[in-house]
T-cell receptor
């Protein structure tokens, strides 16, 4: 079956760095997405990785290792507004997004 | 980025009535749109894939006669929840993809409460 695992909840301090991990097992692979979702709102796109390595975009970076079925989202210089759920999603062989349950990130002052 | 507009943002309806949710791609043509449902503290669950001009493809366990999907044009897909019940109360989100596979664009979501 298809499965995406990510931690349910993480807590970090304002100004610090946090890494959210995602492991996946899917039928085929057509890229991995990270989305941010604030409560009661639709997800917003953060990053897309299809090749191995690190993609950096401002305070956010995303890493992918296809051989390990592993990705992480790295958030630097955390701000209170970063408190949200972070969703990992993988495109399978049918280009259908398979979603993880999301990681709720709590930022403390 | 591309814009997807979903309407209404929230709706309260009586049990037994029907509710229609619209999803429009404003500045691009979306041959495929996806409808998701999300219960509190849970992940997005794909309900169906909507293809312009053809019947929607429903995920296992989703009643196609209860959740009617119409994708009449390249910019509009609608989801109608028929004979709504309180257990249908949820957050419904649509998304659309352009021809390329780089991003799924989401509508704002619709909070449905059935009383």
């Amino acid at each position: 079956g298809q499965n995406i695992d990510q931690p349910t909840e993480m807590t970090a301090t304002e100004g610090a760095i946090v890494q959210i991990n995602c492991t996946y097992q899917t039928s085929g692979f057509n890229g991995l997405f990270w989305y941010q979702q604030h409560a009661g709102e639709a997800p917003t796109f953060l990053s897309y990785n299809v090749l191995d390595g690190l993609e950096e975009k401002g305070r956010f970076s995303s890493f992918l290792s296809r051989s390990k079925g592993y990705s992480y989202l790295l958030l630097k210089e955390l701000q209170m507004k970063d408190s949200a759920s972070y969703l990992c999603a993988v495109g399978d062989s049918n280009y259908q997004l398979i979603w993880g349950a999301g990681t709720k990130l709590i930022i403390k002052p | 980025g591309a814009v997807v507009s979903q309407h209404p943002s929230w709706v309260i309806c009586k049990s037994g009535t029907s509710v229609k949710i619209e999803c429009r791609s404003l500045d691009f043509q979306a041959t495929t749109m996806f409808w998701y449902r999300q219960f509190p503290k849970q992940s997005l669950m794909l309900m169906a894939t909507s293809n312009e001009g053809s019947k929607a493809t429903y995920e296992q366990g989703v009643e196609k006669d209860k959740f009617l999907i119409n994708h009449a044009s390249l910019t509009l897909s609608t989801l109608t929840v028929t004979s709504a019940h309180p257990e249908d109360s949820s957050f419904y989100i649509c998304s659309a993809q352009t021809g390329g596979w780089t991003e799924a664009f989401f509508g704002q979501g619709t909070r449905l409460t059935v009383v």
